[in-house]
């Protein structure tokens, strides 16, 4: 509770007492009784009352002097006679007329008040919650105004993204300094597109700045723009810009811009008067209108940049994106440190080794890996985390969590142990493959049965074709080595053949590494940040007679990777057998537990 509340806490608590005393003072003061008409008559004749107030259906009167402690007094209907009676008795006495009219008009619009002073507290709020609100509200916008003590990052938050966050400091300057940047007639750039895989940090980049510049930073969703009434987006974006200009210089951060500035014409029927394309048109028109001297950052994230309108990428509009990517192996225990710090620690962690565990995680992953890692720590009652704890926390991740419960028969525990063992002594004896890490035939809860956790020593941004048959081989192993031991394949290898095609079929369509079809890409990657394909239906600008060569080709790579992996396994079949044997044992092994699996013993296949 803040000061002010306390304060008026305290009025309140005084005005309650004020009024118990004046209460009390009033109630010593006077004190009425109501006596029966007989009594009030002998109090007349006697000559004790002083005066009294004549009402349609009572009398009121004071008494001369206290009667039982009792100053005034009513009794009921004045009798026809008491007129005479009161003159006879030398008392002074008077008549009131009540007024009903105003009695009758209270009675009705005392509970009309009451009731719309509860509909306006208790409903409103829940009904402006449920975005309900009344008509005039409709089109103001929601956007949330943070100052810089509200954000509470800045870019000592910000990790492994160091070039993104260079870019990004020179907005911080522009907002502080910007007499600087105008010294040569250069300006700030109108708008600046936050691009990126999902969880890399873009929104958090926005925050930063805000909280580095301490400026107001006005925060808002795209999809919160559109609404079912027609127009609404449209006045929302307008209320956006005003209050933006009243308060510069300032930041605008729109989230999810993909929500807001879909490409026109694509995912909708309405033509130009859909909602969301006035609203689009109504932004467009805003950035067209403002002027980056008054000190107006718009910043916008999305992980969609492909669906975007042509006309909001323009230059002059987002004059300039910035990709926060992946992080490589140096960001990564950046970004680890960072969320680090906020758990307690065992001395001992390398958190270079812990980055070199998690290729490919993005800022979000690395954060949820620390949580996950600490709650493994305080379930086992440890004092503070080490890489026991990361390392649990990362199979956690990555292959879900351990169904003990779920028992399997003694055939189906066999063959999940000579697959993953296949797997992973291919592994161990391709050059370039990625060294195992662990081998564990314990069902997780992705609904695999085994796994082999293989990671690489280093960052990769390029793969020869050897090295993509290579893992073919690797990923057809498993299915290999169940064929040798028992001369049949089980479904095990379902996922398996899913990805050793798709890798044969780039091979063949995109990286034109096919000896037969060229140096030709036969399918263009339509998949975005998010890695999946947004159009349901791309038309084929080869023949059929190419399509029936590519099937071929793809089908001729997953045959040479079968029969390579049945003579890789064929020539180690003594460790095959002996790391099948062990792990239906233990369950899990490493390479320290199993030494045919250290990378030292790798051979050319």
């Known amino acids: 509770m803040d000061n002010k509340q306390q ?28 006596i029966p008409y007989s009594t009030f008559l002998e109090h007349l004749e006697a000559g004790k009352i002083a005066s009294v107030t004549v009402r349609a259906e009572e009398i009121e009167g004071r008494y001369r002097d206290p009667v039982d402690g009792n100053t005034h007094f009513i009794t009921n209907i004045v009798p026809p006679d008491l007129t005479a009676r009161l003159e006879q008795a030398g008392t002074e006495f008077d008549g009131t007329v009540q007024n009903t009219f105003l009695a009758a008009i209270l009675s009705w619009v005392v509970p009309m008040i009451l009731i719309f002073a509860l509909w306006s507290f208790f409903l409103r709020g829940a009904i402006d919650k449920q975005g309900l609100g009344g008509m005039m509200s409709v089109g103001k916008s929601r956007a949330k105004v943070y100052v810089e003590r509200d954000t509470g990052v800045t870019f000592e938050d910000v990790a492994g993204v160091e070039e993104a ?64 009434f027609v127009g609404v987006g449209a006045a929302r974006v307008r209320d956006l810009f005003d209050q933006a200009r009243k308060a510069a210089p ?18 909708g029927f309405g033509g130009g008067h859909d909602e969301k394309e006035q609203t689009l048109n109504q932004l467009l028109a805003e950035l067209d209108g403002f002027d980056p001297r008054e000190g107006i950052v718009l910043l916008a994230a999305t992980n969609r940049p492909e669906i975007l309108d042509p006309a909001l990428m323009r230059a002059g509009r ?12 140096t960001g990564r225990a950046a970004i680890l440190r960072v969320h680090l710090r906020k758990v307690k620690v065992d001395p001992a962690l390398d958190v270079d080794a812990a980055a070199g565990l998690t290729p490919g995680f993005t800022g979000a992953e690395l954060a949820n890996l620390v949580n996950e890692a600490t ?59 990625d060294p195992v890490y662990k081998v564990s035939i314990i069902p997780r809860t992705i609904g695999a049965l085994g796994y082999t956790l293989t990671r690489p020593t280093e960052d990769r941004f390029l793969i020869t074709r050897t090295e993509l048959e290579n893992r073919m081989v690797m990923l057809m192993a498993g299915r290999a080595a169940e064929q040798i031991r028992f001369a049949e394949v089980s479904t095990g290898a379902a996922d398996d053949l899913v990805r050793a095609t798709d890798i044969a079929r780039q091979i063949v369509t995109r990286f ?64 095959l057998a002996a790391g099948a044997k062990l792990l239906m044992e233990r369950e899990t092994i490493t390479p320290a537990e199993f030494p045919p699996l250290r990378p030292q013993a790798a051979t050319a296949a």
């Open 7 to 34: 304060i008026h806490v305290w009025y309140f608590v005084a005005a309650f007492f004020g009024l118990l005393l004046v209460q009390s003072w009033l109630s010593q003061a006077s004190v009425t009784e109501r």
């Open 165 to 228: 966050k260079a870019e990004l400091k020179e907005i911080v300057d522009f907002l502080k300094e910007p007499k600087k940047f105008g010294r040569l007639g250069a300006h700030i750039p109108k708008g600046i597109l936050l691009t990126g895989p999902p969880g890399t940090g873009k929104t958090l980049f926005a925050r930063a700045i805000a909280g580095e510049a301490g400026v107001p930073f006005f925060s808002i969703s795209g999809s919160e723009f559109v609404e079912m």
């Open 250 to 267: 300032c930041i605008i951060f729109i989230d999810e811009l993909d929500a807001l500035g879909r490409r026109r014409g694509i995912g």
């Open 318 to 329: 987002f004059d300039r994106q910035v990709v926060v990517d992946r992080p490589d192996k």
């Open 375 to 433: 709650i493994h720590a305080t379930r086992r009652g440890a004092k503070a985390v080490g890489m026991t704890d990361i390392t649990s926390a990362l199979e956690r991740v990555v292959a879900g969590m351990e169904r003990k419960g779920r028992l399997l028969n003694p055939r189906e525990r066999e063959t999940v142990a000579w697959h993953e063992m296949g797997h992973a002594l291919a592994a161990a004896r391709l050059p370039g493959a």
């Open 512 to 575: 034109g590494m096919h000896e037969t079809l060229g140096q030709a890409v036969l399918e263009q990657d339509r998949g975005g940040y998010l890695g999946e394909d947004h159009v349901s239906f791309t038309p084929r600008d080869h023949s059929e007679a190419t399509a029936r060569e590519v099937d071929l080709a793809v089908r001729g790579l997953l045959n040479t990777a079968f029969e390579r992996a049945i003579t890789l396994l064929k020539a180690c079949h003594a460790d």
